[in-house]
């Protein structure tokens, strides 16, 4: 069993929580989201909010408040090979609820389509909040260029 090693990205002033599945390798290596250099998380957020492409963890972290957009993961701990979502099992869900009490968070979106299901499946039954699934930003999405994720991330509501 692996537990999350990153805490969670956020602050009182924000507005949108975006989630993972579970960090990937690089990403626990680096304790930071989404550290993978074919991760085109970073690239995609930046073209949506309009900024460079950030570099260092404080510079994703500045981009990311800065627009009032708190990040995190649906799971807490699991068994997991690699950093293969569709080797995920014996799911602990995370505890949305500190930040949900800090953070006025009005939009909740996930980042592909297993954080989406593991979002309906364990945390939605917890908390009766919606969440919009977005295409997975990882290179295991090879069928979505890099326009076509921005373009479907442009749905992001970071003007709330």
């Given at each position: ?47 949506v ?12 972290r ?8 708190a ?27 500190e930040?949900l ?36 930003t ?23």
């Open positions: 069993m692996l537990y999350h090693p990153i805490p969670p990205l956020y602050d009182e002033f924000s507005r949108v929580l975006i989630l993972g599945s579970f960090p990937s390798v690089k990403s626990r290596e680096q304790q930071f989201f989404y550290g993978h250099k074919q991760n085109r998380f970073w690239r995609v957020m930046a073209q909010l309009d900024c460079p492409v950030p570099v260092s963890i404080e510079q994703k500045e981009m990311l408040l800065s627009h009032h957009i990040v995190w993961d649906v799971i807490a701990g699991c068994e997991i090979t690699g950093s293969s979502d569709a080797s995920i099992r014996n799911v602990t869900p995370n505890d949305l609820s930040i009490t800090c953070a006025d968070i009005r939009e909740i979106y996930t980042n592909g389509g297993k954080a989406g299901q593991l979002y309906k499946k364990y945390i939605y039954p917890a908390n009766g909040r919606e969440a919009v699934t977005l295409p997975s990882s290179p295991a999405n090879a069928g979505y260029s890099l326009e076509k994720l921005v373009e479907a991330w442009r749905v992001l509501r970071t003007d709330l």
